[in-house]
């Protein structure tokens, strides 16, 4: 780009490089496989990893505490493992805003009824809530959730702004030929990552430019 006509200014470099990993998704039923092996390099230094319930399980949280690494996840109801006193049938005539917990060492399973049910599974949260502020009409409010709850949600939040970034502008269109697919994918993640650094940058000096997600 010739000199003087920068699209934007960036902040300090460390502020916002982080480092991913990724992986092809090629076979069925193998979420723990998955997470152990994208996981592989953060083993035994307790950090926590946070996942979606299509990789859940119990065995899964308590291998990766095994290996000195917590996590924190929703999880289906129905998996192996999971207390008999918290799954659906038992838990339907819940109240909303009502949360069960049980507890075995550093493992805790969360049941709370908000909207709809939800279900997660963890090793680094207490069996304890806390308060969190919400936005809602009329300007923002003071909510009780289950601290796993709230936890999972302020970790989560990148990939639920990644979806919701990649909803708004998406790129190509689908296809079962799995190299178009992914091409599409990683163009689409490059133009989001390359938004949220442009989002994020100092964009204080005169020349440079502000401009709207689909200008941009």
């Not at 502020?15 to 496989?33: M, N």
């Not at 997470?35 to 990766?64: E, R, T, W």
């Not at 998996?79 to 659906?88: D, I």
């Not at 990552?193 to 502000?210: E, G, L, M």
Request: glycine share 6%.
């Amino acid at each position: 780009m010739p000199k003087g006509k920068q699209l934007f200014y960036p902040a300090k470099y460390d502020e916002y490089v982080s480092c991913q990993f990724f992986q092809v998704y090629l076979s069925y039923g193998s979420g723990y496989y998955v997470i152990c092996k994208v996981g592989q390099p953060f083993l035994g230094k307790y950090h926590p990893f946070y996942y979606v319930n299509y990789f859940a399980s119990l065995q899964l949280a308590v291998d990766l505490l095994n290996e000195k690494t917590y996590s924190c996840s929703t999880i289906i109801p129905n998996r192996k493992g999971w207390p008999a006193e918290c799954r659906a049938t038992a838990t339907k005539r819940m109240q909303k805003g009502s949360v069960m917990y049980r507890q075995q060492g550093n493992i805790v399973a969360t049941v709370w009824r908000d909207k709809r049910f939800v279900n997660l599974l963890s090793t680094n949260t207490m069996p304890e809530e806390t308060t969190v502020s919400c936005r809602a009409p009329g300007g923002r409010w003071e909510l009780q959730v289950p601290s796993t709850m709230a936890s999972y949600n302020k970790s989560m939040g990148g990939v639920d702004k990644f979806d919701r970034l990649g909803s708004c502008y998406t790129v190509g269109r689908k296809s079962i030929k799995w190299w178009r697919y992914l091409f599409n994918f990683l163009l689409q993640t490059s133009i989001i990552n390359s938004w949220i650094i442009y989002s994020n940058s100092d964009r204080s000096h005169p020349k440079a430019k502000d401009i709207d997600h689909i200008d941009f």
